[in-house]
């Protein structure tokens, strides 16, 4: 079964960076869509943007769009969400997800396979 590992968040103050990353260890995530989704507390998941297999198709949310990049190195086996002009809204936990399939989309309950999680909290 395809295990994802997310790494990468931690606490940064509003304007800061971040750069998470995603990692498949046995599986090669070269046929794989990759999501990221976060989840704030009271909050239902929501797709933050994803990217497609070929990493030739990105997608992001309105919310982000202009402040994260996301994108892929298959000989890496990792996919990564750089996030910049943090806001702390932005403060949730992010998931990756992998979907088999070429093209990618933002809604949760497609993706069979989540990673734990990892936590970005956005305050000074």
């Known amino acids: 079964q395809l295990q994802l590992v997310e790494s990468g968040g931690g606490l940064v103050q509003p304007g800061g960076s971040l750069r998470l990353s995603c990692a498949a260890s046995?599986?090669?995530?070269?046929?794989?869509?990759i999501g990221w989704f976060r989840q704030a507390p009271g909050k239902e998941r929501e797709g933050v943007s994803c990217?497609?297999?070929?990493?030739?198709?990105?997608n992001y949310a309105d919310s982000v769009k202009g402040r994260f990049t996301i994108s892929r190195d298959n000989a890496k086996n990792t996919v990564y969400l750089h996030m910049n002009s943090l806001k702390p809204e932005d403060t949730a936990i992010y998931y990756c997800?992998?979907?088999?399939?070429?093209?990618?989309?933002?809604?949760?309950?497609?993706?069979?396979?989540w990673g734990q999680g990892t936590q970005v909290t956005v305050s000074s």
């Open positions: 046995e599986f090669t995530l070269d046929y794989y869509a």
């Open positions: 990217i497609s297999s070929s990493g030739g198709s990105t």
């Open positions: 997800a992998a979907l088999l399939f070429r093209l990618c989309n933002l809604i949760p309950p497609d993706y069979p396979y």
